[in-house]
């Protein structure tokens, strides 16, 4: 497990008025980091694919603005600048590529091959700060 590597996470939001996806991002210094490959078959055809693990602690990480985690139904409810969350089909850079304007996804992919990193997309995420001491909470996000 590579630690202590700086991810960008990139919330979906809806915009109201065009009814298109805009990514919001947020910076997270000092996430735990794993990344395997993973092998499926499927009516006999074997794919492989990378599979990404991040752990957010909640002590140790520094989040841009102070941001506080809320809830995804809360934040698509608040839509608020100082909260960030953990949604499926959220897009993560493991880089620094903070920016304050609404991206879309081709943005975020142009800014990927600037920096020479992969978007990788949250497909499945863990609240796991509610039980275990102050050491061992975090956030868990699993991605593709």
Aim: aromatic content about 10%.
């Amino acid at each position: 497990m590579l630690t202590n590597v700086d991810i960008t996470l990139f919330n979906a939001v809806v915009d109201k008025e065009t009814r298109q996806e805009k990514y919001y991002s947020t910076l997270i210094r000092g996430v735990s980091y794993y990344e395997s490959e993973a092998i499926s078959a499927n009516d006999g055809i074997w794919t492989d694919k990378s599979v990404y693990r991040f752990r957010i602690p909640t002590i140790g990480a520094e989040i841009e603005g102070n941001k506080t985690y809320i809830p995804e139904k809360k934040f698509n409810a608040w839509n608020a600048p100082m909260y960030f969350t953990l949604q499926k089909g959220d897009l993560i850079l493991i880089a620094e590529a903070s920016d304050q304007e609404p991206l879309t996804r081709a943005d975020i992919e142009s800014v990927a091959k600037w920096q020479s990193c992969r978007v990788i997309t949250v497909t499945e995420y863990a609240d796991n700060t509610i039980r275990g001491s102050d050491a061992i909470k975090h956030l868990r996000i699993g991605g593709a």
